[in-house]
């Protein structure tokens, strides 16, 4: 079992930053496979951002491509999605996801809410 604890979501202005953990504890393998997704009001999840552990390879939807980096420290076995330029739009419960040994993990969300 793998449990995940998102963290670092608030209110924050148009144009301002934040940065998400998501801390992993539990069984930890070190191939994985962790991705960021976002859920907005009446909406469906949507995955944002993805990191590979073997190759480090990370992939970002479109929405936020040059404005979000997805990092890992697997020392601290922990995920960060930094965020920079919000937008409104980026208003949405953030959610981190592992895979490990073809079985998936879900963090409770973190809530990030940008207005002004």
């Known amino acids: 079992q793998v449990q995940l604890v998102e963290s670092g979501g608030g209110l924050v202005q148009p144009g301002g930053s934040l940065r998400l953990s998501c801390a992993a504890s539990?069984?930890?393998?070190?191939?994985?496979?962790m991705r960021w997704y976002r859920q907005a009001p009446g909406k469906q999840r949507e995955l944002v951002a993805s990191?590979?552990?073997?190759?480090?390879?990370?992939r970002y939807s479109d929405s936020v491509k040059g404005r979000f980096t997805i990092s890992r420290d697997d020392i601290k076995n922990t995920l960060y999605l930094q965020m920079n330029s919000l937008k409104p739009e980026d208003t949405a419960v953030y959610y981190c996801?592992?895979?490990?040994?073809?079985?998936?993990?879900w963090g409770q969300g973190t809530q990030v809410t940008v207005s002004s």
């Open positions: 996801y592992r895979i490990q040994e073809s079985t998936g993990y």
């Open positions: 539990g069984t930890i393998f070190s191939i994985y496979v």
């Open positions: 990191i590979e552990s073997s190759s480090g390879i990370t």
